[in-house]
């Protein structure tokens, strides 16, 4: 019978190094980027200013800069042709 144990060991070692990886891309989507973009537009709505126009600006520039920050688009990337523009495009629309 093959011994088993040590490649189990070596993919349950894989396994938490990506459950970990993607905890910490949670955490920082979701402190780093969400948290500040939405205080940001929430600014802007307790201000009470503007028409119904500059609230939707408001909303495309904090639906920017989340995918901006999450798809770590930085602005020299952002002149270069990136794959993942497209995403970006129909996130946008």
Not at 50 to 58: R, S, T, V
Request: net charge positive.
């Amino acid at each position: 019978m093959v011994d088993l144990r040590r490649p189990w060991h070596d993919s349950r070692q894989l396994q938490a190094q990506m459950v970990h990886f993607l905890r910490q891309l949670q955490a920082f989507c979701q402190l780093e980027v969400i948290e500040c973009s939405w205080q940001s537009l929430m600014d802007f709505t307790d201000k009470r200013e503007g028409d119904l126009d500059a609230l939707i600006a408001a909303h495309r520039t904090y639906l920017d800069r989340v995918v901006r920050k999450v798809l770590l688009l930085g602005s020299k990337r952002d002149k270069q042709v990136c794959p993942l523009n497209f995403e970006r495009r129909v996130l946008m629309k």
